[in-house]
């Protein structure tokens, strides 16, 4: 079994920047989709960002975001340290939630439902004031 461990979250202002990070406890296998999901109260979880597996480079792989995000939030991987990132800039009220990383092992295509992944972190809450 493979736990994925979230750190990065927090309160900032509404126009701040956060770092998350995940690492799962142990290297899970290579070829693996990383992403990023949030759930804010009242709401069903939902998709943020995913990195797909590129095992010609340390990092990278086709990176995929919800319309929401675009252009603010950068999902990145470093495979070296099997961890992935989401950098959130220009961070709104309404990016407030609780957010989870998730790994779905084998497969190149984009996903972006929670049944895709097979592997999900306890979730880091992010709260973005007015």
């Known amino acids: 079994q493979v736990q994925l461990v979230e750190s990065g979250g927090g309160l900032v202002q509404a126009g701040g920047s956060l770092r998350l990070s995940c690492a799962p406890s142990r290297r899970t296998f290579g070829r693996n989709t990383m992403g990023w999901f949030r759930q804010a109260p009242g709401k069903e979880r939902e998709f943020v960002a995913g990195?797909?597996?590129?095992?010609?480079?340390?990092?990278?792989?086709?990176?995929y975001y919800a319309d929401s995000v675009k252009g603010r939030f950068t999902i990145s991987r470093d495979n070296a340290k099997n961890t992935v990132y989401l950098q959130m800039n220009s961070l709104k009220p309404e990016d407030t939630a609780v957010y989870y990383c998730a790994v779905r092992v084998g497969g190149v295509g984009h996903y972006t439902t929670e049944d895709r992944y097979d592997y999900w972190g306890q979730g880091t809450q992010v709260t973005v004031s007015s």
């Open positions: 990195v797909s597996w590129n095992g010609d480079s340390l990092n990278g792989g086709n990176t």
